[in-house]
T-cell receptor, first 113, second 112 residues
Framework: NAGVTQTPKFQVLKTGQSMTLQCAQD?????MYWYRQDPGMGLRLIYY???????DKGEVPNGYNVSRLNKREFSLRLESAAPSQTSVYFC????????????FGEGSRLTVL | QKEVEQDPGPLSVPEGAIVSLNCTYS??????FMWYRQYSRKGPELLMY??SSGNKEDGRFTAQVDKSSKYISLFIRDSQPSDSATYLC????????????WGLGTSLAVNP
């Protein structure tokens, strides 16, 4: 049972380059989320998708775009990477039964030089 | 004032100790009180949660909520080296906005 799978696990980019982080879940969950985690800042919500076909901004959406491709997949795109986007990115999903019960992937470590 | 405050530690205890981890919060509308555990270089995983107030016990772990004081606690009995991780509290107001409010996490090391 894979749960939430994120790719890539590690990535180094130069300023201005673009990339897409991929996320897939096999738990038939309706809601999916993208977080970033930084020392001293904790987990911050970038975007979320309450259900297939909908996306909403979180706390820190600037510089990111998302696509809910289908019920399983939710991607995060950095169009023009900046050093401030160096972070660990986590994808999560939830079935919506217990509010706040999220299932996380193992994270994608992104460094922007 | 932040909505949730959590002492980042680090907290270092000997194996077998009782550990107390805490968060304080300011919004009395929170209804779900979650504790997540995050091992190094892994994603957070839900350890346990409490709805509204009171205590909840699961094995060596007890979650406690005091809504009058806006204070939540996680107790770990007979701590083990495998409990070494960062523990994050997360609070939720079960309205239309499903946003979780996260503490910064407390780093715990249990020494054999």
């Amino acid at each position: 049972n894979a749960g939430v799978t994120q790719t890539p696990k590690f990535q180094v980019l130069k300023t201005g380059q673009s990339m897409t982080l991929q996320c897939a879940q096999d738990m038939n969950h309706n809601s999916m989320y993208w977080y970033r985690q930084d020392p001293g800042m904790g987990l911050r919500l970038i975007y979320y998708s309450a259900s297939e076909g909908t996306t909403d901004k979180g706390e820190v959406p600037n510089g990111y775009n998302v696509s809910r491709l289908n019920k399983r997949e939710f991607s995060l795109r950095l169009e023009s990477a900046a050093p401030s986007q160096t972070s660990v990115y986590f994808c999560a999903s939830s079935h919506g039964g217990v509010a706040g019960e999220l299932f996380f992937g193992e994270g994608s470590r992104l460094t922007v030089l | 004032q932040k909505e949730v405050e959590q002492d980042p530690g680090p907290l270092s205890v000997p194996e077998g100790a009782i550990v107390s981890l805490n968060c304080t919060y300011s919004n009395s509308a929170f209804q779900y009180f979650m504790w997540y555990r995050q091992y190094s270089r892994k994603g957070p995983e839900l350890l346990m949660y409490t709805y509204s107030s009171g205590n909840k016990e699961d094995g060596r772990f007890t979650a406690q909520v005091d809504k009058s004081s806006k204070y939540i606690s996680l107790f770990i009995r007979d701590s083990q080296p495998s409990d070494s991780a960062t523990y994050l509290c997360a609070l939720h107001n079960a309205g239309n906005n499903r946003k979780l409010i996260w503490g910064l996490g407390t780093s715990l090391a249990v020494n054999p």
